[in-house]
């Protein structure tokens, strides 16, 4: 069998094959053409109607979340386009699939700026993605608004972050923890940039406020292979694990976190990118009574909110849950409505200068543009999972908490950035 | 001792996934000398043999035990039909191969998208499943990774019988020890080369339904496991079940072991030193097949 003594060859040379070409997408990340550098974008407004770009991973590990993100754009520009658009024009959204690959999201993000003209982009969901498309938004002068809750310590003058900063989340998230007498903390995320952060302003946190973390491990995006984890963390004596964990890794920890016999009893879990939709996905049987944090829950009171969750389940069905990072994503559109209404013009630079101190009463309550970190002041709550699928509330900060990315205003913190 | 015993029981759990998957490698890549790069494909068919199984029948129960035999028939029907139009052709051409599958996974996982949709999605477990034998003192194995554990066993029984003590079986080896001397002593080698892809393929199958247990179902989730399933079968010598065996389970408890005393990536990168610092002194892997061709 002369086959058998060229297959291992064979086979390791297919598999290195394999390997370059992932560190080639990896590394291939366009780093821009010479030729553009500087250059502003052109977004066309010179029609009836304006392009917006969508930009979220309709496929990969990361679609179980980011669809429904790019769902509650599409509601949210359907409602502007039916009241008589923005300046009079009508919004026409050019949707592109990041693929859950950063050098994906880079590629589209510069052909919505270059082969569409959008106006403004509205879209990514891991940092990962953001920080890939963040030098294409900045090389083209052109607006990208982020939705989701992340790590902090950045600014962009070409970015809207409308998801929570840290300290809207993972810092009122900690205080709760404390409060609970949760002071033993055991960190599970994915290997990207925001566990690895979050995880970083965690420890700073609980050096200077008497809490111990007992352990750390991550996963590599997309594992499906938990067992040494959970292992590790029921051996650890924690009081609580903080979950950072993005994508559909959560499905195969939770599995595993029940089989072993932890409960949110024995060792809650706070979690920081689980909401509704993924919830639902996950298996309500293994998220009962787990804790999340988050600034808006689908059951969050308010007048506001009945009419996005309505129109939201008229629209994709009965059966289908809100949740933070869709309804970040809804507003930002109105968001960037108004900011461009007070400019009077799409002009990127106008755009900014009119963003301070924009208001909107949001699902998730008052909401104010910060026009000088370009984040916004948002209501801080802990939620605790339900058998019915839906977080309910178990404590809020009472009022908007001013965005502070860097962590400025507490002392621990100097030195992170 | 409670960790040692549940770090062990972790790591042959790995093991029997990392077993399930090799076990049908071991068929085509080492006793065929194919390297079927869409092998992960057919895990995943399985596991969405699992899935709309799960939707059309209520019972978690029913539909997983009902999802085992379906997943074997519809993951070797695959592998079969792939022998046949493609694979036949090239088992003279054993590099080809190995880029005529890598296409064919791609097709095969772009065809996953359009009809299941791009998000990936899951299947409830049974009741029985989702909780744990405790043994006191916190030592507790989980119900499902007994399951896929009991699974991989008996898959490796019932390929080891059929391998020695069916006529299918032995024609089987005959081919492997010298094709040619099989076919002039009258074994219809094409008709075999057929049956042990449908075999090989239907026990990655089967390995789709155990994966459901442990993680999301997606059109990339075959690509998770192939490089390891290969190692498996490569490190455990070409061709050889018991290597596989030992290999899968030590790989596995080695894996658990590390990422304890280490990180999940530290782990991986150990575990893959170890392997080549292992062929350099047993380039033949564990086992080795003792033939009489001349090859």
């Known amino acids: 069998?002369?086959?058998?003594?060229?297959?291992?060859?064979?086979?390791?040379?297919?598999?290195?094959?394999?390997?370059?070409?992932?560190?080639?997408?990896?590394?291939?990340?366009?780093?821009?053409?010479?030729?553009?550098?500087?250059s502003a974008a052109t977004a066309d407004t010179s029609g009836d109607t304006v392009k917006v770009g969508l930009l979220n991973s309709l496929s990969g590990t990361m679609a179980i979340s980011e669809v429904t993100v790019h769902n509650s754009l599409l509601l949210a520009i359907k409602e502007i386009n039916a009241a008589g658009g923005v300046l009079g024009k009508k919004l026409k959204p050019i949707s592109q699939d990041g693929a859950s690959d950063w050098p994906t999201f880079a590629e589209k993000a510069e052909a919505l700026i270059t082969d569409d003209k959008v106006v403004a982009t509205f879209g990514c969901w891991t940092s990962a993605s953001r920080k890939a498309v963040k030098p294409v938004f900045e090389r083209y002068k052109s607006l990208l608004f982020y939705p989701v809750q992340y790590e902090g310590l950045e600014q962009s003058p070409y970015i809207f972050y409308i998801g929570a900063t840290t300290n809207q989340q993972i810092v009122p998230a900690l205080d709760y923890l404390k409060k609970q007498g949760l002071t033993k903390l055991y960190l599970v995320g994915s290997d990207y940039v925001f566990p690895r952060t979050a995880n970083k302003i965690i420890k700073a946190y609980a050096k200077a406020n008497g809490m111990e973390v007992v352990g750390?491990?991550?996963?590599?995006?997309?594992?499906?292979?938990f067992g040494t984890i959970v292992n590790k963390v029921k051996d650890s004596g924690a009081d609580a694990?903080?979950?950072?964990?993005?994508?559909?890794?959560?499905?195969?920890?939770?599995?595993?976190?029940?089989?072993?016999?932890?409960?949110?009893?024995?060792?809650?879990?706070?979690?920081?990118?689980?909401?509704?939709?993924?919830?639902?996905?996950?298996?309500?049987?293994?998220?009962?009574?787990?804790?999340?944090?988050?600034?808006?829950?689908?059951?969050?009171?308010?007048?506001?909110?009945?009419?996005?969750?309505?129109?939201?389940?008229?629209?994709?069905?009965?059966?289908?849950?809100?949740?933070?990072?869709?309804?970040?994503?809804?507003?930002?559109?109105?968001?960037?409505?108004?900011?461009?209404?007070?400019?009077?013009?799409?002009?990127?630079?106008?755009?900014?200068?009119?963003?301070?101190?924009?208001?909107?009463?949001?699902?998730?309550?008052?909401?104010?543009?910060?026009?000088?970190?370009?984040?916004?002041?948002?209501?801080?709550?802990?939620?605790?999972?339900?058998?019915?699928?839906?977080?309910?509330?178990?404590?809020?900060?009472?009022?908007?908490?001013?965005?502070?990315?860097?962590l400025k205003g507490y002392s621990w913190a100097s030195g992170l950035s | 001792m409670t960790v040692i015993l549940n770090q062990s029981f972790t790591g042959i759990s790995i093991g029997a996934v990392l077993l399930l998957i090799a076990l049908g490698l071991t068929l085509t890549f080492g006793q065929m000398g194919v390297i079927n790069m869409a092998h992960g494909e057919f895990i995943m068919a399985g596991a969405y043999t699992t899935y709309v199984l799960q939707k059309s029948i209520s019972s978690a129960g029913v539909s997983l035990l009902v999802a085992l035999p379906v997943a074997f028939l519809v993951a070797g029907a695959m592998g079969a039909l792939l022998e046949w139009l493609?694979?036949?052709?090239?088992?003279?051409?054993?590099?080809?191969?190995?880029?005529?599958?890598?296409?064919?996974?791609?097709?095969?996982q772009q065809l996953a998208r359009d009809v299941f949709g791009a998000p990936n999605v899951q299947t409830a477990a049974p009741d029985v499943l989702t909780g744990n034998i405790s043994l006191g003192g916190g030592v507790t194995f989980a119900s499902s990774r007994l399951f896929i554990l009991g699974l991989a066993l008996l898959s490796v029984l019932a390929l080891t019988l059929i391998l020695k003590l069916t006529p299918l079986g032995r024609r089987i080896r005959a081919v492997v020890?010298?094709?040619?001397?099989?076919?002039?002593?009258?074994?219809a080698t094409g008709r075999v080369d057929r049956v042990t892809f449908f075999i090989g393929s239907g026990l990655a199958g089967v390995a789709g339904v155990a994966l459901t247990l442990v993680g999301p179902i997606g059109p990339t989730m075959g690509t998770n496991y192939i490089v390891d399933a290969f190692l498996v079968v490569v490190v455990g010598g070409i061709g050889q079940l018991k290597g596989s065996v030992i290999t899968a389970f030590a790989l596995g408890v080695l894996q658990s072991v590390l990422e304890y005393s280490t990180t999940v990536s530290v782990a991986k990168v150990i575990v893959l030193v170890a392997i080549v610092a292992f062929l350099q002194w047993r380039p033949q892997g564990l086992y080795t097949l003792r033939t009489r061709s001349l090859a």
């Open chain 1, 216 to 225: 750390e491990d991550y996963a590599p995006l997309g594992s499906t292979e």
């Open chain 2, 177 to 187: 020890q010298n094709r040619d001397l099989a076919e002039v002593s009258g074994i």
């Open chain 1, 1 to 38: 069998m002369s086959g058998l003594s060229i297959s291992r060859r064979g086979l390791l040379a297919g598999i290195s094959a394999i390997g370059a070409s992932a560190t080639l997408s990896a590394c291939g990340a366009k780093t821009g053409s010479d030729t553009s550098s500087g």
């Open chain 2, 86 to 108: 493609l694979i036949r052709r090239l088992y003279t051409r054993p590099l080809d191969t190995l880029l005529v599958t890598w296409g064919v996974s791609l097709m095969l």
């Open chain 1, 241 to 406: 694990v903080f979950n950072t964990l993005n994508g559909d890794s959560n499905v195969a920890f939770f599995k595993e976190y029940k089989s072993s016999g932890l409960t949110a009893k024995s060792m809650p879990v706070l979690s920081v990118s689980i909401a509704e939709e993924e919830v639902k996905s996950i298996g309500t049987q293994y998220l009962e009574d787990q804790l999340t944090a988050w600034n808006y829950y689908e059951t969050t009171p308010g007048a506001a909110n009945t009419k996005f969750v309505a129109a939201y389940q008229a629209a994709y069905g009965k059966d289908k849950p809100t949740s933070d990072p869709m309804e970040a994503a809804y507003i930002s559109v109105y968001l960037w409505k108004e900011m461009v209404e007070k400019a009077g013009s799409f002009d990127v630079a106008k755009v900014k200068a009119a963003s301070d101190g924009i208001e909107l009463d949001a699902p998730e309550g008052k909401v104010t543009v910060d026009g000088v970190t370009q984040h916004v002041y948002k209501t801080a709550r802990i939620g605790k999972v339900g058998s019915d699928g839906l977080i309910t509330e178990v404590w809020n900060s009472g009022k908007p908490i001013k965005p502070d990315p860097y």
